[in-house]
Antibody, heavy 123, light 107 residues
Framework: EVQLLESGGGLVEPGGSLRLSCAAS????????MSWVRQAPGKGLEWVSS????????YFADSVKGRFTISRDNSKNTLYLQMNSPRAEDTAVYYC????????????????WGQGTLVTVSS | AIRMTQSPSSFSASTGDRVTITCRAS??????LAWYQQKPGKAPKLLIY???TLQSGVPSRFSGSGSGTDFTLTISCLQSEDFATYFC?????????FGQGTKVEIK
């Protein structure tokens, strides 16, 4: 059974840093690109970042580019999101998400999502 | 970035109704479109991908159509468990983008 378990959320001050983790199981983690998607309270979904299966290629939303980094440790089946210099507008539930298919060219539509971890950016 | 616009933003319907939600892309995305259902406090659930392919386990009352810039999600006979918020998402290009959501409420 596929499972995605996020952790690391919490309260962070503007300009601080926070690292989110997503522990994956039930599938060949290294074969799949993975993504982070967030949802601000009462708002819609926003794609944040994706990373290829090898970790060699990354993509970011303009809203986080230069502040967030995405990485993965395939030996630990874990995905990360390093959040540097967070802003109030980064307050959201952060989901890690697995795409349905493993393809050379990423097709980021997601069949499995974690339960989400809440990040609150406030002083 | 490709902008995804859903309509309506919300509406009320009754069990048994046939409902249609539309999603328009600001530029052509071929059939690189997915639909999700989300209930309060839960992660989204994939319903349809490639514009019209039903995800495994999703009831056949859900269907999708369209290509290029205009897409629709149809629920042929609304059930009580279908009252939720629905999102479209394009995966044609980066950044991936979602529609703003359509909330289906009980009339």
């Amino acid at each position: 059974e596929v499972q995605l378990l996020e952790s690391g959320g919490g309260l962070v001050e503007p300009g601080g840093s926070l690292r989110l983790s997503c522990a994956a199981s039930g599938f060949t983690f290294s074969s799949y690109a993975m993504s982070w998607v967030r949802q601000a309270p009462g708002k819609g979904l926003e794609w944040v970042s994706s990373i290829s299966g090898s970790g060699g290629t990354t993509y970011f939303a303009d809203s986080v580019k230069g502040r967030f980094t995405i990485s993965r440790d395939n030996s630990k089946n874990t995905l990360y999101l390093q959040m540097n210099s967070p802003r109030a507008e980064d307050t959201a539930v952060y989901y890690c998400a697995k795409p349905l298919v493993s393809t050379v060219t990423p097709k980021d539509y997601f069949d499995y999502w974690g339960q989400g971890t809440l990040v609150t950016v406030s002083s | 970035a490709i902008r995804m616009t859903q309509s309506p933003s919300s509406f009320s319907a009754s069990t048994g109704d046939r409902v249609t939600i539309t999603c328009r892309a600001s530029q052509g995305i071929s059939s690189y479109l997915a639909w999700y259902q989300q209930k309060p406090g839960k992660a989204p659930k994939l319903l349809i991908y490639a514009a019209s392919t039903l995800q495994s386990g999703v009831p056949s009352r859900f269907s999708g159509s369209g290509s290029g810039t205009d897409f629709t999600l149809t629920i042929s006979c609304l059930q009580s468990e279908d009252f939720a918020t629905y999102f479209c998402q394009q995966y044609y290009d980066y950044p991936r983008t979602f529609g703003q959501g359509t909330k289906v409420e009980i009339k």
